[in-house]
């Protein structure tokens, strides 16, 4: 996979407004970063540096790699300890496939024992997607919501496979709203809509919605690894 070419300032580089602990803000910068393109694939991430660079200690960088490594944009290796991972089509591309034949079972099962408080947390959520153009916050949204869709099935084999494949999808998914920022309004529409299948229980509609908002997300994600 191919990094983008822009190179913004250092002051740029950073979040506008500083989250609360120094973890946070450690790996909101350093994910932005990768998903920018200013950590290239293959790159040795070494704490120390790090540390330096973004004025906290080694204690947050180590907790940032940790969950850039569960997020699949960081790999752990024996001999150079952490390192950028590339994003790849062929990976994305067999994600969603699976992701195609479990989640309209999911749907299936969910529809059939959602309650009014899953549906009030979903509808939250998605008030909160639509009050937002901050990536790595509509990002955690999105997948609060759909969780929340599917509370009721939260503790099956099915639902930790689904989780599963929604995670490892997450840096894609951010990677294409960096380079498509317009993505969010379509899929804020696309969510409004799965959102009314629910409520009304029409379980041949809602799979229908999740079958072409997996593809519509998946053609943004090809263009947008294209464009990187």
Known sequence: MKTPTTNPSPESAKPSRRPRTAYQYAVQTLR????????????????????????????????????????????????????????TLGDVEEIYRLRKVLEPMMVTEAMASIGDADLAAAEKLHHEMLATADVAQWTEANLAFHAALWESQAQTRLARLVESLRDSSGPYISLSLYVSPDHIERSNTEHAQLLACYKNRDVGQAIQHTIEHLDGTLRIIVQSIGKS
């Open 32 to 87: 932005t970063d990768i998903l920018q393109g200013r950590l290239a694939a293959g790159e040795h991430l070494r704490q120390d540096d790090l540390a330096r660079r973004l004025e906290v200690s080694t204690t947050p960088i180590r907790e940032a790699l940790r969950t850039l490594i569960s997020e699949g944009l960081v790999f752990f290796d024996a001999h150079r300890g952490a390192v950028v991972r590339g994003l």
